[in-house]
């Protein structure tokens, strides 16, 4: 079990589970709550997204070898094409692609739209929001990444590429979920709405199942970053995770 408190501002999580019933975000729509202005946009549709993300909260932790190979390979599908198993997948990285406890929350709200939320050491969050015709390849070369420094921004898409070809794979591929105890399961229906929210910041670990591949990594695509480059010839090795 995972407690989402060691990765969440706790004032985080009480805002997005209290404001829950106030955002409504919908087609690409958001109706401001009262007392809020358009520069609050950004943030209502993260907190939002984490709100969805606490009604049944998983976490996956791709190991360095699959985050390369994911990293390297294309995305041309569009959005329609792009299915993940739950609406919100929440990704811990590896520590050579973003400091400890990173968990980046990828969210298909509807068909036409996906968000990615990354937080970042200074405790803001990077957004990237996909919508339009364009394939997903398309939407990591053109997305406009506003106030970002370049270190972000690079972080950003990279991340990005790897997070969408993740959900891709667990749509495809078998995997299984930790159980949840019995108490949180319990407590997940409690007439107390304050056991109600702790129990729902326990998250599951998705696990794959005889996930079993020929990974080839490539120079065609730089990587960023210096424990993400690889070497000019094709290397291919057989890894099971």
């Known amino acids: ?57 998983v976490v996956v932790r791709p190991p360095l070898a699959l985050c390369r190979t994911l990293a390297n390979i294309d995305l041309p599908i569009t959005l329609d094409e792009y299915r993940q198993p739950w609406p919100v997948l929440g990704i811990e990285w590896p520590d050579a692609i973003a400091p400890p406890r990173t968990l980046t929350l990828l969210w298909r709200p509807d068909p036409d739209r996906v968000w990615l939320f990354t937080p970042t050491p200074e405790g803001r969050f990077l957004h ?5 015709p364009a394939t997903l390849d398309g939407h990591l070369a053109d997305t406009i990444l506003n106030d970002l420094s370049d270190a972000e921004e690079a972080t950003s898409r990279h991340i990005a590429r790897i997070a969408l070809n ?11 979920l930790t159980r949840l105890p019995e108490h949180v399961v319990r ?12 129990a729902r ?13 020929f990974l080839q990594w490539e120079s065609r695509r730089p990587l960023e970053g210096p424990s993400l480059e ?7 090795i057989r890894s099971r995770f």
């Open 1 to 57: 079990m995972i407690n989402l408190n060691d990765y969440f501002d706790v004032e985080n999580l009480k805002a997005a589970q209290l404001l829950e019933p106030m955002i409504r975000y919908a087609g690409g729509r958001l109706d401001l709550p009262y007392g809020f202005s358009t520069a609050d946009g950004p943030s209502l549709v993260q907190l939002r997204c984490l709100s969805e993300y606490l009604r049944s909260p």
């Open 128 to 132: 990237k929001h996909f919508t339009g």
């Open 166 to 176: 993740l959900g891709l794979l667990l749509t495809h591929k078998a995997h299984r």
């Open 187 to 198: 407590n997940r229906r409690h007439r107390d709405p304050e056991v109600r929210r702790q």
């Open 201 to 213: 910041r326990q998250a599951q670990l998705v696990l794959f199942r005889d996930l079993d591949m």
């Open 230 to 236: 690889v070497d000019p010839n094709v290397e291919t």
